[in-house]
């Protein structure tokens, strides 16, 4: 559990009155008496409370509605609004070992993609203009669909709601940028030092192939599909298996007669789903080192398994842990922090989760030369907090601490609901919470001192530690052997969906009606050449400047690309049996990341493209009623989303190669058709890389069968 610290407002007491003598009166200089004496200023430590009473758990009514699903509902007309929020008994824990990041993309899918009858665009569009909200996730052990209305508004909003929760879509292009962005934050991972050093900390203790400390790869998120996302689903969204809380202006006996009516048609069934697995990690000892030269201070975690929250002696562990690290007056970082000024933060956590052990944690960063000393000290004020008592002060303290924070997780009926329903759905008794504050009012300095020694043992320390080793001022190993961490990130390599006859056959159909819409087959293969001039504006993030592109090609695999940049003209030219690159720093041969990069651009050549049906080195598979993907024997994937209602190629998705990194996820959105030679053609077209604005492009000009040669385009010049 993680707390809250609540800082009390110290009421100021009142101003003693002091007496002073009128200002005419005048004693003789040789009798004058010495000042009086002046009240000592009051202070905080003589402020009295009375004891907190026992939190006060508002009346909820709950009932099962006829398909099974458990409701709970809580009267409050503070303000007239209404919220809610469904929890279904799923999680990643559940990922097969090679698609970790399916629940993930499956609880971001199930609200962006919309449902059968609204996509999730025109759901943004329906529920802005209300005010309203409706969401979807999936963490480690659990799923939610939550949603937020105004009074006046819950009908419609509901069953936006219901819809999302049973019915949802998971259109392609929606996955496609759910996979865009997963990619990206798998690109950024290692960024944050601070970052490194918890995900590190945290896979190691639990091992790093198990389902608590396995992370999303490149590899794993290929390999999953629409499909997946949809039998994921199917799995864990069902009646039996969700739990419904309601908190708003509403009158109950009302509120369960509407749910009754909504959900009366959602009689899905499904069986039990198995428990969460358990948690198999043995204790990994040791000093762990990820090598970080750019930043300038180390980050590190240091500790070991925690506990879960029915544990009995959970609550004097947390009263140990605020002890050790959790204010500005603990141990740590009185002596760490204050006395050596080595830490620029500290605290310790001992963190303990429902249903599997959670971590015990001191983390924060350290200047670089401290990195050893800091360790060191940690590890003295560990054995200390086992060998003697604590101070009275110290549990004191440590105790209101721990107590005020329950006021505050139980201020308002939204979060007294919340830890309902989080007490129902893990199992936990309904006055788990009056238990749990009796505990901890019950600790004592006999406690700590024995669950310090029961649950700590500094010779079986986890430490992880990210930061340049060349700054410390003692080397690491000192403190014992140090095991490297790899950071690598394993390359992503694309790989098309599976593909059936039916799924073959379904794209054929799919890329004939494009081509139809487009302006016809013949019509595409009679094109023999072409020549585009595009203008392209780059986002801020991207640069911010202008370029003009000429882009020539030749059937069937001749191409040119010219891009006029403030720097100078870059030139490409490709074909199987030559390739070169001329820059304004000279010219030589085209290959690596810039090569793939051409190779690319001419795997996806317009007219070649809608024609892929064609070419014997390509297959076309329907991936749903509105995708197209097309591979070919090379590697290459292109995905085309079509339009529904015109038939025309709306998205195009690839993966762009890059000279430095992995390769990023491209998604273009085509627009402006226009007719060239017979053929609708997009003249705008909007870039998105890794899910941000790359550039916006118009499209100048296109010219057809002019009859280029190839040594039109392979002049360099």
Known sequence: MKRNL??????????????????????????????????????????????????????????????????????????????????????????????????????????????????????????EDIAASVESGIGETSGSVSFSSLKENTPEVLAAFKDVLTAPAFRQDKFDLALTQLRSSIARRNDDAGGIAGREFSDTLYGKDTPYGCQ????????????????????????????????????????????????????????????????????????????????????????????????????????????LGGGFQSRLVRRIRTQMGAAYDISADWGANFDHPGLFSISGSTKSYSTVET?????????????AEVTDEELTAAKQTALNSLVFAYDTKAKTLGRMITYAYYGYPADFIAQYQKALAAVTRADILRVAKEHIDPAKLTIVTVGNPAEFSKPLDSLGAVKD?????????????????????????????????VGGADRLAAIKDSTSVSEFTLSASAGGMKLMETDRWLSPDHFRQESELPQGRITAFYDPGLAWISTPAGSGPLQGAQLKQVQSDLFRVYW????????????????????????????????????????????????????SGPAVRVQEMWSNFRDVAGVKVPFAITILQGGQKFADVVVNEVKVNQGLKVEDLERRR
């Open 6 to 127: 609540a800082i009390l407002a110290l009421a100021v007491a009142p101003l003693i009155a002091q007496t002073t003598a009128p200002a005419h009166t005048r004693r003789p200089a040789a009798t004058a008496a010495k000042p009086a004496a002046q009240p000592a200023e009051p202070s905080y430590k003589d402020l009295k409370f009375p004891p907190l009473r026992p939190v006060q758990i508002p009346k909820v009514e709950d009932f099962t509605l006829a398909n099974g699903m458990k409701v709970y509902l809580l009267e409050d007309h503070e303000l007239p609004i209404v919220n809610g929020t469904a929890l279904v008994r799923t999680g990643n824990l559940f990922d097969p070992p090679n698609k970790v990041g399916l629940a993930t993309m499956t609880g971001m899918v199930m609200r962006t993609g919309g449902t059968k009858t609204k996509t999730g665009d025109e759901l943004d569009r329906e529920l």
């Open 216 to 323: 999303i790869e490149y590899a794993t998120l290929n390999r999953i599909s629409r499909a997946d996302l949809e039998e994921f689903y199917h799995r864990y969204f069902f009646p039996a298996n969700t739990m419904l809380a309601i908190r708003g202006d509403f009158d109950p006996a009302q509120m369960k007669a509407q749910l009754e009516k909504l959900f009366a048609d959602w009689t899905v069934q499904q069986p039990k789903v198995p428990d969460f697995p358990k948690v198999s990690a043995k204790p990994a000892p040791g000093i762990y080192l990820a090598v970080k030269k750019d930043v300038t201070q180390t980050f590190f975690s240091i500790g070991q398994l925690g506990g879960e929250l029915r544990d009995k002696d959970y609550p004097a562990l947390e009263i140990m842990a605020d002890i």
């Open 375 to 387: 360790i060191q000290a940690i590890k003295e004020e560990l054995e200390r907090i086992r060998t």
């Open 485 to 517: 961490i790899d950071l690598t990130i394993p390359e992503p390599k694309e790989e098309a969906a599976k593909a059936d006859a039916e799924s073959l056959n379904k794209g054929r159909q799919l890329l004939t009606r494009v081509q139809q819409a």
């Open 608 to 659: 070649q493209l809608l024609l892929s049906d064609r070419d014997p080195n390509r297959s076309v598979n329907a991936l749903d009623d509105g995708t197209l993907e097309i591979a070919g024997k090379a590697g290459e994937t292109v995905r085309i989303v079509v339009n529904p209602e015109t038939g025309l190629p709306s998205q195009v998705l690839y993966e762009n190669p890059r000279i």
